[in-house]
Every structure is written in C-alpha cells, then in structure tokens.
C-alpha cells in the first residue's frame, strides 16, 4: 500500500526520508534521489514508487532497497 508523508515546518526530503528509515517497523530501508527520483501525479515513478514524501507540494519517489 503506498504511503505518503509530507514536510512540515523545517523537514526537507533527506530528513523525511532519514525519519522514514528511522521509524520503519518492518527494518526496510528507503532510497530517494532527489533530483531523479522527482516525479508528478500518475507519472511512472510516481506509481511505482514504495512510498511518496510531498515537500512544498512537490512529489519524491521512495523506494525500498532490495
């Protein structure tokens, strides 16, 4: 199921990805690039993603590291 996780106050996407890791009850870690993993609404990246970190109504896909 896809999870979405937005930034507030001072959060950017590493420290929201960072927190994503920390907080993980299954001990998955998460990977996002935030220059290539920026994606859009429906796009590929966007549906195929593991999870989504919305910062400033903006969109980053997280994948699990396999």
């Not at 979405?4 to 996407?13: A, D, I, K, P």
């Not at 990977?31 to 969109?59: G, R």
Request: net charge negative.
């Amino acid at each position: 199921m896809l999870s979405f996780y937005l930034c507030r106050g001072n959060e950017t996407v590493a420290s929201m990805l960072e927190r994503i890791n920390k907080e993980d009850t299954d001990g998955i870690t998460y990977v996002c690039d935030e220059v290539n993993d920026h994606c859009f609404i429906n796009d590929e990246k966007f549906v195929n993603a593991d999870k989504i970190i919305n910062y400033h109504n903006e969109y980053w896909a997280v994948h699990a590291v396999k």
